[in-house]
């Protein structure tokens, strides 16, 4: 199974579920039936587990991405880069087989392939103050 393929997937359903309003089974319901992705390289219990682990502490991982923002606000940034730095977040708060800097690592690279010029290296300062802090 690809874990970063599926953080990969979990990233593109939680921004769906920012845009749509929907709960993360309907979702992911929806995800099984009309993807072209092999899904045997998913790893769907991890998706899960990111997806409903984010919906269920989403204040307090919110609060933490909101603590280590110099000068910014979490309503300023895009919803790609929210979706991201909650993800990477959760992984370094709740994921103890996830390390920090693989979280980090991961999140920059999501950043470069799905956000602007400027995310990986904004992402890459916000964690970096979460780890230090």
Do not use: C, H
Not at 29 to 51: P, R
Not at 88 to 106: G, I, R
Not at 118 to 132: A, E, T
Request: no cysteine; net charge negative; glycine share 4%.
């Amino acid at each position: 199974m690809n874990r970063r393929k599926s953080r990969e997937i979990a990233m593109k359903l939680l921004f769906e579920m920012t845009i749509n309003k929907e709960d993360y089974e309907e979702i992911l319901l929806n995800f099984k039936e009309n993807t072209d992705i092999n899904l045997e390289d998913l790893d769907f219990q991890y998706i899960k587990n990111i997806i409903n682990g984010i919906e269920e502490k989403k204040e307090e991982i919110d609060k933490k991405i909101q603590d280590n923002l110099k000068n910014w606000k979490l309503s300023r940034l895009s919803k790609i880069d929210i979706t991201i730095l909650r993800i990477s977040t959760y992984e370094m708060l709740y994921t103890e087989e996830v390390p920090d800097k693989v979280a980090v690592n991961e999140a920059i690279e999501l950043a470069k392939k799905y956000s602007s010029d400027n995310s990986p290296s904004f992402i890459n300062g916000v964690l970096g103050n979460m780890i230090k802090g």
